[in-house]
């Protein structure tokens, strides 16, 4: 176990490693330098050199690079010897090029809004979906079955995009029924963290509702087939027993692994319902930042969105382990 | 996760429980310990099988008319130009008010725009739809069997390979797995432009959409290279690839003659439904402004513009969502049938 | 022993006939594909401490029969028609309520391929003990425990009680095997039928396996079902021997008769590619040639007529006429075929006896 | 000034401008016809009764309530050191004050007065030379200390710093001509120098000493770096976060990307403005919707956002739903200080038949339509915008707005045109515009390329002087209204660098240059007319670029907004006077 876990985690420091580099590279390659988008409109090339020493771009993308990853564990100094010189302890990742916030503040506020985002969906897709998912299983060919099959399909055929807007429309703007989605933070007040987040919750939710259906439908229809569930009845138990502990048991591991790497994956950002609705997570926050050539918050957001799939992936495996019996960490 | 690697075997014939697990030897002496009617489809292969199934299944047939005529619609997209005498680009801005809005009833719908205009451009949405199409199903399309190539030439290499191709390979695709896709698009997509053509080339439109193609393939044929890499290794033990090594088959022969063969139905399958999410998510390009670009008409663009105009021209919104949809849903009810055709232990 | 019937009897409803008691029964699943009609008019009865040998290849019907008579069918999807009597009462038609609480504890079954058809996430001892539990309600915890301990040990398992407490993946074949039985018997069952107990296994294990039946047989005085595609295994432990094909029964009789004097071309196939102990060694096994029907479109006439060497012998009525199960000279023996008995003598005596033998 | 790039945000819809001081007419409630603004200059009042405090109140206005603004991105800097966009002036304006300012009240009468100062300047040996400005009696900063003319001139003295380079510096090239504006004093910084030129003889009085004539100061005053700064309070790059109040207003929080929350400076001194009437409580700004999302939303209107404005356009597709009765009594649109143009690069395209036939070309229609129709602008014949002073509408070429196909045939007389390459930022709605320019043109009988360029980077890229495009449309506002800072700027050649250029036309001709030079040197009431003559001079004689379509906003608010406005300075909503309606 702990040489598992050991193994697993230098695997994924490796990644993330491999990812740092390929995302400085790519911005390294971009035509323009993100000093002519700070430097505004009295630009020449003089400010440009000089906004491009502030922001220590015209070093070699090496030595950048080391910089940026001494910064994350022990901190580093910026613009040192001018009057602008300042210390960014660490893990230091650096300050936005657009407004010189800290990234790591910038992340402090972002991540709590994906985080509340794909909690509260994760949340309503898989009581939703997994449950219409393994009754429908379980009453294969009824109306109830041919109706969950119908609204799935619908939901796991539309997008996001479609779906959020249409609710806007309906909910927000024509009716009024719900505010604006907007974010307040559930320790300031649970109540209207949970009302601002009503509509991504349930565009969210409803989509990927259609997609879990599915998906336990047919587990728990290939988990019905299984030898263990014929001896189960074989033993004489009831069906209900039968199902409930026998088949739900099997049928619901390969769910809660896939779980797992989508909320894991989301996590990353839901860079789509983030816009829809107007919410400043980590999806749309990294995305404004490309666009800007924000070079440190898009190092930043990319790894924190590879560190969440990556510990995703290992809690997966150990969760895996500690369900199935079979598997063994080593 | 388990079960992914469901190998396409003779069907059983019911799904009840009864099946078993089935063999594929049909000329042993005595009783296989297999399932009771495996063998009751005999002398047809998988793929005479999987056909009959489909053919019988009537979602499939709907879905498969639905594409088609779709699809031969987008193909037509040149004649249909000929026909009407409108192109897609051309702008018909007289037909619209003050506010851009086309005039008229429904959009601006009436015998010659049959669908109406789009607001703005005042194109014909017709026009812009069919071109549209065929934009967006050859991405799809070609980025699918792209994906499809690779996951396969490089899940089989790890599958066979094992030892440290295998693990490098595995290492790969879990990078792959851990990258953002969108930021990669964003990223990548200008810089390679700006690299193939000069700055006063004009950049076909066509370099776009491989480019659109070549990051979609990036980035999807981890799935098929995991599920080729499980078959491969779970096949490659099997005795007639024993057989085959035996008799001084050289690996080449033995991975594409032998294996591939036995493998092709899964990947049939996830190709099936990567069409779709292809068409999705190059929709979803459209809106952090990486997708196919003007004036090369994209579906994925033309619902991208038409979302915002969902109340004050519903009928902009409409027609795209709905061919959208449409697309998605026959090409999800279609992979689900082959999926079911192919694989008969999964259910629907 | 019993004499089986090709025709339906008046249905016994009292304790003292046979303990099992088929009657013409006819099992058909609906498909996409068709029909399949898995099971066609099968009739056959089982004494306590007796044991009845069903054989033949995969798709004979011979596991479907297994599981109609446990109610495992799913009644919405199987047609089942005809007469399945377990200790007087019918299981056919009886509610799932019913059969479920005669399932485990009057009838038990044992299935092949254990790894599969333990389940892997729970402990083999709560999977006995849960077994044990579910007809015996008022039985404490520890009981129903101490329960599954004790038939762990019964069956042959070393340390059961530190076994107990392991996963089925952690077991051996032959200790997964035992467990399943450990599992069947639990609640002492009248009828145990046992559908290739021992394929998976090595021949020592199998030997033992089959030991422990027989022994255990002794004890609980079962009647047993042993559905097996090894002839050899029959001979060992049947009393009857039923052979099954197209989801048919084309001969039946005790071991003695069908191992001896087979008179149906398929039984000669099934011994002819038996390894003989006795016969010429260097004789080649004679594989059935072609392979086994489709159970939606069967052959007409005989099922068997297009893999018989001596179809035709008698006109066309191997391709037009279905062969009754028809008595021979030896009381007891039934036989499915168009041949004469001298015929069917004859040929065995000369083509198929020099080269095919039993272990016996 | 230029339309800034970086202030688009990718995928937003939404144009944010950069603009301060211009003079325009507002439309309030009119018709989609916004290009028929009346003309009318600006005027510098001296007069006591507009130079002092407090301002004239509104009718029925109340005190309290908070307004919200929707933008669609944070602000890039409220140092008004750094602060050259319109929507961060007008929010600055809460904050701090200038020397000088604008009194507006919507009816399009425009005053120059002073702010911090008793009068927006005096020309002490009316040479235009020396200006000094007086500080009024009262004025206190947010913790209560007064404010001193020396903290004037520190402002003024930071915004010499490398760093904070962003804002505007006419005052700062005036002070050191010739060369770059810091190219020799590089900011109080390093050393503690003050810049030469500025004087503090004491704590009310602060003297700009210029080696030429510029008439231009009360205007350039007017511009956020004459604000003050003291410097015990300068937090150099974190002051954008957080300005040392001398307004009615003060920053209680501010969350970047998220909301700057402003609330009342307990010792601003009404009596002491003559600008700011200062109703609501505070004002709350967020960030981070898309303009489609605030648009719908101030439509629907809902009680949390009726308090709500935004200085953001309406995007096209909500257009057509603000004609509503119950919308369209909550739209402010009219007329900007704004030109767009198709750009030619001079450079390429020497040949003025061809930038003839352009013109002709040109489908100004399409183009309009493309991003809104009539609200967005109207079709433009002038190199100069109808806000500025002495505008004259006139039109040399007499083309119709969907343009004119034979004509163009006419003037190229069967000859091929080069083929020519539209460079585009890629924003949504440009790229739906060019587009369009592209299919009119191509109907034309041009061969024409559509060349995307990334939002954030497009005014770098066309403005490099060997960029390889042929057209590019861009747009440009002056900095206050007058000529000045339209003509100069944008075509007196010699101004040509490498990069960063405004002369995006690439345009230099020696009679136009010395002509510039000689209208610099008038008097200023005669200066008006002039640059109007040399605009129809530009048009007839050189047509540099091709004017496309004077610009217009359109901007929504809640119902409970009142008294709200566009600025004439600022071509947005003005919040000087608004209040909450209670």
Same mark, same amino acid.
């Given at each position: 176990?702990?040489?598992?876990?050991?193994? $697993?985690?230098?695997?994924?420091?490796?990644?993330?490693?491999?990812?740092?580099?390929?995302?400085?590279?790519?911005?390294?390659?971009?035509?323009?330098?993100?000093?002519?988008?700070?430097?505004?409109?009295?630009?020449?090339?003089?400010?440009?050199?000089?906004?491009?020493? $502030?922001?220590?771009?015209?070093?070699?993308?090496?030595?950048?690079?080391?910089?940026?990853?001494?910064?994350?564990?022990?901190? $580093?100094?910026?613009?040192?010897?001018?009057?602008?010189?300042?210390?960014?302890?660490?893990?230091?990742?650096?300050?936005?090029?657009?407004?010189?916030?800290?990234?790591?503040?910038?992340?402090? $506020?972002?991540?709590?809004?994906?985080?509340?985002?794909?909690?509260?969906?994760?949340?309503?897709?898989?009581?939703?979906?997994?449950?219409?998912?393994?009754?429908?299983?379980?009453?294969?060919?009824?109306?109830?079955?041919?109706?969950?099959?119908?609204?799935?399909?619908?939901?796991?055929?539309?997008?996001?995009?479609?779906?959020?807007?249409?609710?806007?429309?309906?909910?927000?703007?024509?009716?009024?029924?719900?505010?604006?989605?907007?974010?307040?933070?559930?320790?300031?007040?649970?109540?209207?963290?949970?009302?601002?987040?009503?509509?991504?919750?349930?565009?969210?939710?409803?989509?990927?509702?259609?997609?879990?259906?599915?998906?336990?439908?047919?587990?728990?229809?290939?988990?019905?087939?299984?030898?263990?569930?014929?001896?189960?009845?074989?033993?004489?138990?009831?069906?209900?027993?039968?199902?409930?502990?026998?088949?739900?048991?099997?049928?619901?591991?390969?769910?809660?692994?896939?779980?797992?790497?989508?909320?894991?994956?989301?996590?990353?950002?839901?860079?789509?319902?983030?816009?829809?609705?107007?919410?400043?997570?980590?999806?749309?926050?990294?995305?404004?930042?490309?666009?800007?050539?924000?070079?440190?918050?898009?190092?930043?957001?990319?790894?924190?969105?590879?560190?969440?799939?990556?510990?995703?992936?290992?809690?997966?495996?150990?969760?895996?382990?500690?369900?199935?019996?079979?598997?063994?960490?080593? | 996760?388990?079960?992914?690697?469901?190998?396409?075997?003779?069907?059983?014939?019911?799904?009840?429980?009864?099946?078993?697990?089935?063999?594929?030897?049909?000329?042993?002496?005595?009783?296989?310990?297999?399932?009771?009617?495996?063998?009751?489809?005999?002398?047809?292969?998988?793929?005479?099988?999987?056909?009959?199934?489909?053919?019988? %299944?009537?979602?499939?047939?709907?879905?498969?008319?639905?594409?088609?005529?779709?699809?031969?619609?987008?193909?037509?997209?040149?004649?249909?130009?000929?026909?009407?005498?409108?192109?897609?680009?051309?702008?018909?801005?007289?037909?619209?008010?003050?506010?851009?809005?086309?005039?008229?009833?429904? !959009?601006?719908?009436?015998?010659?725009?049959?669908?109406?205009?789009?607001?703005?451009?005042?194109?014909?949405?017709?026009?812009?739809?069919?071109?549209?199409?065929?934009?967006?199903?050859?991405?799809?399309?070609?980025?699918?069997?792209?994906?499809?190539?690779?996951?396969?030439?490089?899940?089989?290499?790890?599958?066979?390979?094992?030892?440290?191709?295998?693990?490098?390979?595995?290492?790969?695709?879990?990078?792959?797995?851990?990258?953002?896709?969108?930021?990669?698009?964003?990223?990548?997509?200008?810089?390679?432009? %700006?690299?193939?053509? !000069?700055?006063?080339?004009?950049?076909?439109?066509?370099?776009?959409?491989?480019?659109?193609?070549?990051?979609?393939?990036?980035?999807?044929?981890?799935?098929?290279?995991?599920?080729?890499?499980?078959?491969?290794?779970?096949?490659?033990?099997?005795?007639?690839?024993?057989?085959?090594?035996?008799?001084?088959?050289?690996?080449?022969?033995?991975?594409?003659?032998?294996?591939?063969?036995?493998?092709?139905?899964?990947?049939?399958?996830?190709?099936?439904?990567?069409?779709?999410?292809?068409?999705?998510?190059?929709?979803?390009?459209?809106?952090?402004?990486?997708?196919?670009?003007?004036?090369?008409?994209?579906?994925?663009?033309?619902?991208?513009?038409?979302?915002?105009?969902?109340?004050?021209?519903?009928?902009?919104?409409?027609?795209?969502?709905?061919?959208?949809?449409?697309?998605?849903?026959?090409?999800?009810?279609?992979?689900?049938?082959?999926? %079911?055709?192919?694989?008969?232990?999964?259910?629907? | 022993?019993?004499?089986?019937?090709?025709?339906?009897?008046?249905?016994?409803?009292?304790?003292?006939?046979?303990?099992?008691?088929?009657?013409?029964?006819?099992?058909?699943?609906?498909?996409?594909?068709?029909?399949?009609?898995?099971?066609?008019?099968?009739?056959?009865?089982?004494?306590?401490?007796?044991?009845?040998?069903?054989?033949?290849?995969?798709?004979?019907?011979?596991?479907?029969?297994?599981?109609?008579?446990?109610?495992?069918?799913?009644?919405?999807?199987?047609?089942?028609?005809?007469?399945?009597?377990?200790?007087?009462?019918?299981?056919?038609?009886?509610?799932?309520?019913?059969?479920?609480?005669?399932?485990?504890?009057?009838?038990?079954?044992?299935?092949?391929?254990?790894?599969?058809?333990?389940?892997?996430?729970?402990?083999?001892?709560?999977?006995?003990?849960?077994?044990?539990?579910?007809?015996?309600?008022?039985?404490?915890?520890?009981?129903?425990?101490?329960?599954?301990?004790?038939?762990?040990?019964?069956?042959?398992?070393?340390?059961?009680?530190?076994?107990?407490?392991?996963?089925?993946?952690?077991?051996?074949?032959?200790?997964?095997?035992?467990?399943?039985?450990?599992?069947?018997?639990?609640?002492?069952?009248?009828?145990?039928?046992?559908?290739?107990?021992?394929?998976?296994?090595?021949?020592?294990?199998?030997?033992?396996?089959?030991?422990?039946?027989?022994?255990?047989?002794?004890?609980?005085?079962?009647?047993?079902?042993?559905?097996?595609?090894?002839?050899?295994?029959?001979?060992?432990?049947?009393?009857?021997?039923?052979?099954?094909?197209?989801?048919?029964?084309?001969?039946?009789?005790?071991?003695?008769?069908?191992?001896?004097?087979?008179?149906?071309?398929?039984?000669?196939?099934?011994?002819?590619?038996?390894?003989?102990?006795?016969?010429?060694?260097?004789?080649?096994?004679?594989?059935?040639?072609?392979?086994?029907?489709?159970?939606?479109?069967?052959?007409?006439?005989?099922?068997?007529?297009?893999?018989?060497?001596?179809?035709?012998?008698?006109?066309?009525?191997?391709?037009?006429?279905?062969?009754?199960?028809?008595?021979?000279?030896?009381?007891?023996?039934?036989?499915?075929?168009?041949?004469?008995?001298?015929?069917?003598?004859?040929?065995?005596?000369?083509?198929?006896?020099?080269?095919?033998?039993?272990?016996? | 000034?230029?339309?800034?790039?970086?202030?688009?945000?990718?995928?937003?819809?939404?144009?944010?401008?950069?603009?301060?001081?211009?003079?325009?007419?507002?439309?309030?409630?009119?018709?989609?016809?916004?290009?028929?603004?009346?003309?009318?200059?600006?005027?510098?009042?001296?007069?006591?009764?507009?130079?002092? @405090?407090?301002?004239?109140?509104?009718?029925?206005?109340?005190?309290?309530?908070?307004?919200?603004?929707?933008?669609?991105?944070?602000?890039?800097?409220?140092?008004?050191?750094?602060?050259?966009?319109?929507?961060?002036?007008?929010?600055?304006?809460?904050?701090?004050?200038?020397?000088?300012?604008?009194?507006?009240?919507?009816?399009?009468?425009?005053?120059?007065?002073?702010?911090?100062?008793?009068?927006?300047?005096?020309?002490?040996?009316?040479?235009?030379?020396?200006?000094?400005?007086? &500080?009024?009696?009262?004025?206190?900063?947010?913790?209560?200390?007064?404010?001193?003319?020396?903290?004037?001139?520190?402002?003024?003295?930071?915004?010499?710093?490398?760093?904070?380079?962003?804002?505007?510096?006419?005052?700062?090239?005036?002070?050191?001509?010739?060369?770059?504006?810091?190219?020799?004093?590089?900011?109080?910084?390093?050393?503690?120098?003050?810049?030469?030129?500025?004087?503090?003889?004491?704590?009310?009085?602060?003297?700009?000493?210029?080696?030429?004539?510029?008439?231009?100061?009360?205007?350039?005053?007017?511009?956020?770096?004459?604000?003050?700064?003291?410097?015990?309070?300068?937090?150099?790059?974190?002051?954008?976060?957080?300005?040392?109040?001398?307004?009615?207003?003060?920053?209680?929080?501010?969350?970047?990307?998220?909301?700057?929350?402003?609330?009342?400076?307990?010792?601003?001194?009404?009596?002491?403005?003559?600008?700011?009437?200062?109703?609501?409580?505070?004002?709350?700004?967020?960030?981070?919707?898309?303009?489609?999302?605030?648009?719908?939303?101030?439509?629907?209107?809902?009680?949390?956002?009726?308090?709500?404005?935004?200085?953001?356009?309406?995007?096209?597709?909500?257009?057509?739903?603000?004609?509503?009765?119950?919308?369209?009594?909550?739209?402010?649109?009219?007329?900007?200080?704004?030109?767009?143009?198709?750009?030619?690069?001079?450079?390429?395209?020497?040949?003025?038949?061809?930038?003839?036939?352009?013109?002709?070309?040109?489908?100004?229609?399409?183009?309009?339509?493309?991003?809104?129709?009539?609200?967005?602008?109207?079709?433009?014949?002038?190199?100069?915008?109808?806000?500025?002073?002495?505008?004259?509408?006139?039109?040399?070429?007499?083309?119709?707005?969907?343009?004119?196909?034979?004509?163009?045939?006419?003037?190229? @007389?069967?000859?091929?045109?080069?083929?020519?390459?539209?460079?585009?930022?890629?924003?949504?709605?440009?790229?739906?515009?060019?587009?369009?320019?592209?299919?009119?043109?191509?109907?034309? @009988?041009?061969?024409?390329? &559509?060349?995307?360029?990334?939002?954030?980077?497009?005014?770098?890229?066309?403005?490099?002087?060997?960029?390889?495009?042929?057209?590019?449309?861009?747009?440009?506002?002056?900095?206050?209204?007058?000529?000045?800072?339209?003509?100069?700027?944008?075509?007196?050649?010699?101004?040509?660098?490498?990069?960063?250029?405004?002369?995006?036309?690439?345009?230099?001709?020696?009679?136009?240059?010395?002509?510039?030079?000689?209208?610099?040197?008038?008097?200023?009431?005669?200066?008006?007319?002039?640059?109007?003559?040399?605009?129809?001079?530009?048009?007839?004689?050189?047509?540099?670029?091709?004017?496309?379509?004077?610009?217009?906003?359109?901007?929504?608010?809640?119902?409970?907004?009142?008294?709200?406005?566009?600025?004439?300075?600022?071509?947005?909503?003005?919040?000087?006077?608004?209040?909450?309606?209670?």
């Amino acid at each position: 176990m702990v040489r598992f876990l050991t193994r $697993r985690v230098l695997v994924g420091v490796v990644t993330l490693i491999a990812i740092s580099i390929i995302v400085f590279g790519l911005f390294f390659a971009v035509p323009s330098s993100p000093a002519k988008v700070m430097c505004g409109k009295n630009c020449d090339a003089a400010s440009i050199a000089q906004v491009e020493t $502030r922001l220590g771009l015209r070093e070699p993308i090496v030595t950048q690079y080391t910089k940026f990853m001494k910064g994350i564990f022990v901190g $580093r100094t910026y613009a040192d010897g001018t009057a602008f010189e300042r210390r960014c302890d660490a893990p230091c990742l650096g300050y936005s090029f657009r407004n010189d916030e800290a990234v790591t503040t910038i992340l402090s $506020r972002t991540v709590p809004v994906t985080i509340s985002i794909v909690i509260g969906a994760a949340i309503l897709w898989l009581l939703i979906g997994v449950s219409l998912g393994m009754v429908s299983a379980l009453r294969r060919g009824t109306l109830f079955d041919k109706l969950a099959i119908g609204i799935s399909l619908t939901g796991a055929s539309m997008q996001v995009f479609f779906f959020g807007l249409i609710l806007l429309f309906l909910l927000v703007y024509t009716t009024g029924l719900l505010p604006f989605p907007s974010y307040t933070p559930f320790t300031e007040n649970p109540a209207k963290w949970a009302q601002g987040l009503i509509l991504p919750w349930v565009t969210l939710g409803f989509l990927n509702s259609a997609i879990y259906a599915r998906l336990s439908r047919a587990q728990m229809l290939e988990t019905l087939s299984e030898d263990f569930v014929r001896t189960a009845r074989a033993k004489g138990l009831p069906l209900r027993r039968v199902y409930t502990k026998h088949a739900l048991r099997a049928a619901i591991t390969p769910i809660v692994t896939i779980a797992g790497l989508d909320i894991g994956a989301s996590l990353g950002g839901t860079f789509i319902t983030e816009t829809i609705f107007g919410l400043r997570g980590l999806g749309k926050e990294t995305v404004e930042a490309v666009g800007f050539l924000n070079l440190p918050i898009v190092v930043a957001t990319v790894l924190l969105a590879a560190v969440f799939i990556v510990v995703a992936n290992l809690i997966v495996d150990v969760l895996y382990a500690v369900i199935d019996p079979r598997v063994r960490l080593s | 996760m388990r079960k992914t690697d469901s190998t396409p075997e003779l069907p059983a014939t019911t799904t009840d429980g009864m099946g078993g697990t089935v063999a594929l030897e049909v000329n042993s002496p005595v009783d296989a310990p297999v399932g009771e009617k495996a063998k009751a489809f005999v002398g047809r292969s998988p793929g005479q099988l999987a056909w009959l199934r489909l053919k019988r %299944d009537r979602t499939a047939k709907v879905s498969a008319i639905t594409l088609l005529v779709l699809v031969v619609i987008a193909l037509l997209s040149p004649v249909i130009e000929k026909l009407r005498g409108i192109a897609p680009t051309q702008p018909f801005t007289d037909k619209l008010n003050d506010y851009a809005m086309p005039l008229g009833y429904a !959009g601006g719908m009436n015998g010659t725009h049959w669908l109406g205009l789009e607001p703005g451009n005042g194109r014909d949405i017709l026009m812009q739809l069919v071109y549209g199409m065929r934009t967006s199903l050859l991405i799809a399309f070609a980025a699918a069997i792209v994906a499809s190539a690779i996951g396969v030439l490089i899940g089989i290499v790890a599958g066979y390979a094992r030892g440290w191709l295998d693990t490098a390979i595995n290492w790969v695709i879990d990078l792959t797995l851990a990258f953002p896709f969108l930021i990669f698009a964003l990223a990548i997509i200008p810089i390679v432009e %700006d690299n193939f053509y !000069g700055e006063r080339d004009a950049i076909p439109a066509s370099f776009r959409v491989i480019l659109i193609i070549a990051t979609f393939a990036l980035f999807s044929w981890t799935y098929t290279a995991r599920l080729v890499r499980g078959q491969v290794i779970a096949l490659r033990e099997r005795e007639f690839v024993e057989a085959a090594r035996a008799a001084g088959a050289n690996t080449g022969h033995i991975l594409f003659r032998q294996l591939l063969p036995n493998i092709w139905a899964p990947i049939l399958v996830t190709l099936s439904l990567n069409v779709p999410a292809f068409i999705t998510t190059e929709a979803a390009l459209a809106f952090v402004n990486i997708g196919v670009i003007e004036p090369t008409p994209d579906l994925g663009r033309m619902i991208f513009n038409s979302i915002q105009y969902v109340a004050s021209d519903p009928w902009y919104t409409l027609w795209p969502g709905l061919t959208i949809f449409i697309l998605v849903l026959a090409f999800n009810l279609l992979g689900d049938s082959l999926r %079911d055709a192919l694989d008969p232990k999964s259910t629907r | 022993m019993t004499a089986p019937t090709s025709a339906p009897q008046s249905p016994a409803t009292t304790d003292t006939g046979p303990y099992l008691k088929v009657n013409d029964l006819r099992v058909q699943f609906p498909t996409e594909d068709g029909i399949v009609k898995a099971v066609d008019g099968v009739s056959f009865s089982v004494e306590r401490g007796q044991t009845l040998g069903i054989v033949g290849e995969s798709g004979s019907g011979k596991s479907v029969t297994s599981l109609t008579i446990m109610g495992l069918h799913n009644t919405k999807r199987a047609r089942i028609s005809g007469e399945i009597l377990v200790g007087g009462r019918n299981v056919v038609g009886m509610s799932e309520e019913q059969t479920r609480r005669l399932r485990g504890r009057d009838m038990s079954m044992i299935f092949q391929d254990p790894l599969s058809a333990l389940h892997p996430y729970f402990k083999v001892g709560a999977q006995i003990a849960e077994a044990y539990k579910v007809h015996h309600p008022n039985a404490s915890k520890s009981e129903c425990r101490r329960r599954a301990v004790d038939m762990l040990g019964r069956v042959g398992i070393p340390q059961p009680a530190r076994r107990a407490d392991q996963y089925p993946h952690e077991f051996s074949g032959g200790m997964r095997q035992r467990a399943m039985i450990a599992m069947a018997l639990v609640n002492d069952p009248d009828l145990l039928i046992a559908d290739e107990p021992t394929t998976a296994l090595d021949v020592t294990v199998q030997a033992q396996i089959l030991d422990l039946l027989e022994d255990l047989q002794r004890e609980f005085n079962s009647a047993i079902i042993m559905i097996t595609h090894d002839l050899g295994v029959v001979a060992q432990v049947a009393d009857d021997v039923l052979v099954m094909y197209g989801g048919r029964a084309v001969e039946f009789g005790s071991v003695e008769q069908v191992m001896r004097r087979p008179q149906h071309p398929y039984t000669w196939g099934l011994l002819a590619s038996v390894p003989s102990l006795h016969g010429d060694a260097d004789a080649d096994l004679v594989p059935i040639k072609g392979n086994p029907p489709s159970l939606i479109n069967l052959p007409s006439g005989c099922a068997f007529h297009p893999r018989c060497r001596y179809a035709g012998r008698n006109g066309d009525r191997s391709f037009t006429e279905v062969p009754e199960l028809h008595q021979v000279q030896e009381r007891g023996h039934l036989v499915a075929c168009h041949l004469s008995e001298a015929d069917r003598q004859k040929f065995y005596a000369e083509d198929i006896a020099p080269s095919a033998g039993v272990a016996q | 000034m230029r339309i800034k790039g970086g202030a688009l945000v990718v995928g937003a819809l939404a144009v944010a401008l950069t603009a301060t001081g211009c003079n325009a007419t507002t439309n309030e409630g009119g018709s989609g016809d916004s290009g028929e603004a009346k003309t009318q200059s600006g005027s510098i009042s001296y007069e006591a009764a507009d130079n002092t @405090g407090p301002a004239k109140a509104v009718d029925g206005a109340t005190k309290g309530g908070v307004i919200t603004v929707m933008q669609v991105s944070d602000f890039e800097h409220l140092d008004p050191a750094r602060n050259y966009v319109n929507v961060q002036q007008l929010t600055g304006n809460l904050i701090y004050r200038s020397l000088a300012g604008y009194v507006e009240d919507g009816s399009g009468k425009m005053l120059l007065v002073g702010d911090l100062a008793t009068n927006p300047g005096t020309d002490v040996n009316k040479d235009c030379k020396v200006w000094e400005f007086k &500080l009024r009696d009262g004025l206190k900063y947010e913790d209560g200390s007064a404010v001193s003319s020396k903290d004037v001139a520190w402002g003024i003295a930071r915004s010499f710093a490398p760093e904070l380079n962003e804002g505007p510096h006419y005052i700062q090239q005036w002070l050191y001509p010739g060369g770059g504006y810091n190219a020799t004093y590089k900011g109080p910084y390093e050393g503690g120098a003050m810049p030469a030129g500025i004087d503090t003889p004491d704590d009310k009085t602060i003297k700009f000493t210029f080696a030429e004539p510029h008439c231009d100061m009360p205007y350039a005053a007017a511009l956020p770096t004459s604000a003050p700064v003291p410097q015990a309070k300068d937090t150099k790059g974190q002051y954008d976060l957080k300005p040392f109040s001398s307004g009615p207003y003060k920053v209680k929080s501010y969350t970047r990307d998220n909301a700057l929350e402003l609330e009342r400076n307990p010792n601003w001194d009404a009596n002491t403005d003559p600008i700011r009437t200062a109703y609501p409580d505070g004002y709350k700004f967020t960030f981070g919707l898309e303009q489609q999302q605030i648009a719908e939303r101030l439509v629907a209107d809902a009680p949390a956002d009726q308090a709500s404005l935004t200085w953001g356009d309406t995007p096209p597709a909500v257009l057509p739903r603000t004609t509503a009765a119950n919308v369209a009594n909550r739209v402010a649109k009219g007329p900007t200080q704004y030109v767009w143009y198709l750009g030619v690069n001079n450079l390429r395209i020497k040949d003025k038949k061809i930038r003839e036939a352009l013109y002709y070309g040109l489908d100004r229609d399409a183009a309009l339509k493309a991003i809104g129709g009539t609200s967005a602008g109207t079709p433009a014949s002038t190199l100069m915008s109808p806000t500025t002073a002495g505008f004259e509408a006139f039109d040399v070429y007499n083309a119709p707005p969907t343009g004119d196909v034979n004509k163009v045939k006419e003037i190229l @007389g069967g000859t091929t045109p080069p083929p020519l390459v539209l460079a585009h930022s890629n924003t949504a709605l440009r790229t739906a515009q060019a587009e369009a320019i592209r299919a009119s043109l191509v109907k034309a @009988g041009f061969q024409v390329t &559509l060349k995307a360029i990334e939002s954030t980077s497009y005014y770098d890229q066309v403005g490099r002087k060997n960029n390889p495009y042929d057209l590019y449309l861009h747009g440009w506002g002056s900095d206050w209204p007058t000529g000045s800072t339209i003509i100069p700027p944008l075509y007196d050649g010699r101004e040509i660098a490498d990069e960063g250029n405004n002369n995006l036309a690439y345009f230099n001709d020696d009679s136009i240059n010395t002509e510039i030079d000689k209208i610099r040197a008038m008097p200023a009431a005669e200066q008006d007319a002039a640059w109007t003559a040399l605009d129809k001079k530009l048009m007839t004689d050189f047509l540099p670029e091709i004017p496309a379509y004077y610009d217009a906003t359109h901007e929504l608010y809640g119902s409970k907004v009142g008294n709200a406005y566009l600025s004439d300075a600022f071509g947005a909503l003005q919040l000087n006077k608004i209040f909450v309606k209670q």
